[in-house]
């Protein structure tokens, strides 16, 4: 579900999202208020939720994902999928709905930093190069098309 149809989500995802990536919910709150009710911009944000009203996968889509190659955007960031919810598909369901998400927006590419390459590979995801983030560490970078 994208968080720009679901605001009254907004604080719980920016808490589940903390708790998953050591990232102040403040932060994620920031981000996600810029996405409610926006239907052709980054940043974007979504969740799945069970049958439960409970939070069990998520993601985004933001400009950057803190590395120098600012031409290499929209960026997927902060994917995460409960791990009881594991090995059900949810993570290619998320992937798959943002990457045509975006599509009908107009965007023909996203990119992703991501260190679990096997993951992404087994997706459709291309290694692009090696770009550096904000401690001037290497890391990889992946590509996709939104056309599925």
């Known amino acids: ?40 911009n ?18 985004g889509v933001i400009e950057n994902d803190f590395h120098q190659r600012k031409d290499l955007t929209p960026n997927l960031c902060a994917l995460y999928v409960e791990k009881e919810e594991r090995n059900q598909q949810l993570a290619s369901f998320l ?13 023909k590419k996203f990119y992703l930093v ?5 993951f992404y590979e087994k997706r459709g995801w291309q290694f692009l190069t090696y770009v550096e983030d904000e401690n001037k560490v290497q890391e990889r970078m992946y590509t996709i098309s939104t056309l599925l």
Do not use: H
Request: aromatic share 14%; net charge negative.
């Open 114 to 118: 991501t260190d679990p390459t096997d």
């Open 1 to 40: 579900m994208p968080l720009r149809d679901a605001p009254f989500l907004l604080d719980r995802a920016a808490s589940w999202f903390a708790t998953k990536w050591d990232i102040p919910a403040e932060t994620y709150k920031k981000s996600m208020q810029d996405c409610i009710g926006s239907y052709d």
């Open 42 to 59: 980054v940043p974007q944000w979504y969740v799945v939720i069970n049958d439960r009203k409970e939070i069990i996968a998520g993601a």
């Open 95 to 107: 992937l798959n709905f943002i990457r045509q998400d975006f599509g009908n927006m107009g965007v």
